[in-house]
């Protein structure tokens, strides 16, 4: 049987179905966090050439508070209207009106604490930038529930282009601007606000207000105990990010959190980038089946499969290749954040596997055995780095590591609770993305030798030749590694969507993964 008459036979004639909305919503959500990636990518090469470790030092300062006001105005409103099996119209509203109230009181607050703030980090200089920040969160949280209809219906291909224009537009193209025209930090923060208030009048365009608001008490009362949860969860999570930040930025200089932050965002864009946005579209699927516990532990499983072949190799890259990545993406004056990056890029993929166990046990209704374990992640992170900030921020790092070990073994142990899945199964899914991975560092390694003893290319050459020769690498072994190294992943990645191919591709394909 073909790929091809195997689609129609099976997926067309279910044109609606839970698995094909479910695989849709996968693509477009990834290739929306693909194009956000790749812009922030060459913003992000680009602004740390014109910008001072220093500059970047300050928006991590405003953003560790700000980014508060985002998880508590909207009363987790987005993920309550996501969950819900049944929604009605006066569900809506009701949550539109939390939220838009919500934001207005969040950016009045944090306007007035802006002060408080700065006095806390002795850096007066946060307290201009901590006011603009919150409009543009205050109207993001506004906007929550439009997202979370657009999410629910997994309309992720509306989300794609809302957000890629925004990143396009602010923190692309008036962040460079500016840059250039020596606005310094402000350019940072100007390409911020502006990429969120063209999110937010999207959403209120694409998905307006229900009027007329209102406050019923039984809806209210529905969607507040789940968005309650969920907000507090989001609260501890992002404490959690960002606890690390607050001691580095309370005890040591700007610069040294510079470093931290641009090593962190850097070794965490596989986690950020590929791991949270699968999570963020499987969220509403899980929701739909809820309660098949059986096709929820094949999905997660098969999920958790496919994210380790992905990053598992680019996390073994970031760490093998540290300083070309570091110095050829960001800069001469960046190389101090080398050893960081290599550390901070083991933790990636503890965070990469943990990430998804979130969308299983939200879907589940299970937050608050989430929430208990995300309050002893941050407990560990928070007294850890307190307790070994003294000894730089490589220490710090290493205080990242252990609390994510923590979560990783944590959240599985959780989810395997939930849907009934065993330890072997658990790591087995993963080790298709080990074996990928170990067969990049050994290609790597010789690559790397050859450059330092005979080409003597400048980092930004090696980096380009490492790249493509590790791109080779996955590629080749991701299609000629036998089944019993790699899993069955790849198979079943090819049936989902090799009827899209040319017909002489999918005749290669049949032979090299034939149907079961």
């Known amino acids: 049987m073909s790929w091809r008459r195997l689609h129609l036979r099976i997926i067309v004639p279910e044109a609606a179905s839970h698995k094909r909305r479910t695989l849709s919503g996968v693509i477009w959500n990834l290739l929306r966090v693909l194009g956000q990636t790749l812009l922030g990518l060459v913003s992000g090469i680009v602004l740390a050439r014109l910008l001072s470790p220093e500059d970047f030092g300050l928006l991590a300062l405003a953003l560790v508070f700000i980014g508060i006001a985002e998880m508590i105005s909207s009363v987790g409103m987005e993920p309550a209207i996501v969950q819900r099996r049944d929604l009605s119209g006066t569900h809506i509203r009701v949550a539109m009106t939390m939220s838009l109230i919500g934001g207005a009181l969040l950016t009045l607050l944090f306007w007035a604490l802006a002060h408080p703030i700065s006095v806390f980090f002795k850096e007066p200089r946060i307290a201009e930038i901590i006011p603009v920040l919150a409009f543009g969160i205050g109207l993001t949280a506004a906007t929550a529930t439009s997202r979370g209809l657009l999410i629910r219906r997994m309309d992720f291909r509306t989300l794609f282009k809302i957000d890629l224009t925004a990143s396009l537009v602010g923190t692309t193209g008036i962040s460079i601007t500016m840059a250039m025209l020596g606005y310094g930090v402000w350019s940072l923060v100007a390409g911020t606000v502006v990429s969120l208030v063209i999110q937010g009048v999207a959403l209120a365009i694409v998905e307006p207000l ?300 049949e032979k090299r993964f034939p149907l079961e």
Request: aromatic share 14%; charged share 10%.
């Open 210 to 509: 229900r009027f007329p608001l209102c406050f019923s008490r039984q809806e209210v009362k529905e969607l507040i105990g789940y968005g309650g949860e969920m907000s507090l969860n989001e609260i501890i999570n992002y404490f959690a990010r960002n606890v690390d930040y607050v001691v580095i930025g309370r005890y040591l200089e700007a610069v040294p959190l510079g470093l931290y932050s641009r090593a962190y965002n850097l070794a965490g864009m596989p986690v950020n980038k590929i791991a949270i946005s699968l999570s963020g579209a499987l969220f509403p699927s899980y929701s739909e089946v809820q309660n098949d516990r059986e096709k929820l532990a094949r999905g997660y499983l098969r999920t958790i499969s496919a994210t380790a072949l992905v990053t598992f190799p680019i996390l073994i890259g970031f760490i093998v290749c540290a300083e070309l990545v570091v110095v050829g993406l960001l800069g001469e004056r960046w190389r101090a954040a080398t050893t960081i990056f290599q550390i901070l890029a083991f933790s990636g993929g503890f965070k990469a596997i943990y990430h998804l166990a979130g969308a299983v046990a939200q879907a589940t209704n299970n937050v608050r055995a989430e929430i208990w374990r995300q309050c002893i992640y941050l407990a560990l992170l928070g007294l850890g780095a307190f307790l070994f900030v003294g000894y730089g921020i490589e220490a710090v790092g290493w205080v990242v590591v252990a609390a994510s070990l923590w979560m990783y073994l944590s959240m599985a142990q959780l989810v395997g609770r939930i849907v009934g899945f065993t330890w072997g199964e658990f790591f087995r899914a993963q080790f298709p993305g080990i074996v990928l991975a170990m067969v990049v560092a050994l290609v790597e390694l010789p690559v790397l030798w050859i450059n330092s003893n005979y080409l003597h290319w400048s980092e930004p050459l090696a980096l380009f030749l490492v790249v493509v020769v590790s791109g080779l690498t996955c590629l080749l072994g991701f299609v000629y590694l036998p089944e019993n190294l790699l899993g069955t992943t790849p198979a079943w990645i090819f049936q989902q969507f090799a009827y899209k191919l040319p017909r002489s591709v999918q005749v290669w394909i």
